[in-house]
């Protein structure tokens, strides 16, 4: 079945750490997005790719890093110069801007990160 | 830039009955998408209806459909006989097609729905 993986669902981060959490999909799409949720805030992006080798950073990229060299592949490094680290991370993908139908994202489950 | 508003927090309802989420979203654009998103306790993302703005027909999907109103800017989910499973954070999101940050999902924070049995 074709979707995408984040792991580990569960993630614990000492402080001055970096951590790496993983986002893989088998969809043949394009794009793919890192988004963090706390509660009451909704999800805010942090950063995009729509193509492999080139990346974005969306609206709250500081502390964060990331790196897409395959295209099935987006995983999200939380540094240390994130203060506030602690929240859900949902990594997401879409086909991107290849045809003129969206059909919006496909999610996956999920990391939390929690400061230890 | 785009935002999306969700003015009610907390809603709910009791099952089988009829509930609408309100979402309201501020653009410059002629053309984009608009989608509910759903999130149960598992926090799994889904999707649950989508519209394109260029079209006047509001979407449907089995019990879910929208009221879109291009003019006001605004955006409902109905959800029709409710049951127990569709007690969940709902969230409105907005896609331009166009121009910086195209294809880029911008959400509201969401309205947590409660299904009372």
Redesign the interface.
Known sequence: DGGITQSPKYLFRKEGQNVTLSCEQNLNHDAMYWYRQDPGQGLRLIYYSQIVNDFQKGDIAEGYSVSREKKESFPLTVTSAQKNPTAFYLCASSIGIRTGRHYGYTFGSGTRLTVV | AQTVTQSQ?EMSVQEAETVTLSCTYDTSENNY?L?W?KQPP????I?VI?QEAYKQQNATENRFSVNFQKAAKSFSLKISDSQLGDTAMY?C?F?K?AGAG?????????TKLSVIP
Do not use: E, I
């Open positions: 927090p998408y989608f998103y598992s926090r799994q993302m999707l989508r969230f999101a896609m097609t195209s294809y880029q999902l911008t959400f509201g924070k969401g």
